[in-house]
T-cell receptor
């Protein structure tokens, strides 16, 4: 079964401090992993895909298959990063649904 | 503009009165899905559809129906809404293939009294 765990419901950091949002997953095959962001009163937006190995808005995430993790990191938090962040997993068998974690609310304090 | 459009954005209704939330996408995506978002529970999938006339239950399908008669539309039907269906609903679509993320609609905030 596919499962995504985000252990922190709320993470508060000061502006300029490093940020790490944790995500662990459970899946027997090779998953595709994503991070979505939801700013206040807005729709969910795709932030990162692990397959792209990209950096968006200063965020990066590395897939660690040994630890089954896909933590989201940013070296210096900005106030505009305050939002809800969801980690999501999609299995590699073709048309499997996207499974979301319960989300972590990031609050960046000025 | 490529997008997923949901209507209405806000809806207040009474228990038992049938309602439909519409979802339409203009990206020719094969895959569409409905989620509900509740505090502390995150996003839970209600139903999904891999293509026209193909629908499957998600994690929380009870009390909901869907149909996929056309590729672009995927309405969510509540035949007899109850207060525990008060939630924020999101429609999403995607191309098939595991590398594609979802494009989400703006959400529908439903209150059942």
């Amino acid at each position: 079964a596919q499962r995504v765990t985000q252990p922190e419901k709320l993470l508060s950091v000061f502006k300029g401090a490093p940020v790490e949002l944790k995500c662990n997953y459970s899946y027997s095959g090779s998953p595709e992993l994503f991070w979505y962001v939801q700013y206040s009163r807005q729709r969910l937006q795709l932030l990162l895909r692990h397959i792209s190995r990209e950096s968006i808005k200063g965020f990066t995430a590395d897939l660690n298959k040994g630890e089954t993790s896909f933590h989201l990191k940013k070296p210096f938090a900005q106030e505009e990063d305050s939002a809800m962040y969801y980690c999501a997993l999609r299995g590699n068998s073709g048309n499997t649904p996207l499974v979301f974690g319960k989300g972590t609310r990031l609050s960046v304090i000025a | 503009e490529a997008q997923v459009t949901q209507n209405p954005r806000y809806l207040i209704t009474v228990t038992g009165k049938k309602l439909t939330v519409t979802c339409s996408q203009n990206m020719n995506h094969e895959y569409m899905s409905w989620y509900r978002q509740d505090p502390g529970l995150g996003l839970r999938q209600i139903y999904y559809s891999m293509n026209v006339e193909v629908t499957d239950k998600g994690d929380v399908p009870e009390g909901y129906k869907v149909s996929r008669k056309e590729k672009r539309n995927f309405p969510l039907i509540l035949e007899s809404p109850s207060p525990n269906q008060t939630s924020l609903y999101f429609c999403a679509s995607s191309r098939t293939g595991v590398s594609y993320g979802y494009t989400f609609g703006s959400g529908t905030r439903l209150t059942v009294v």
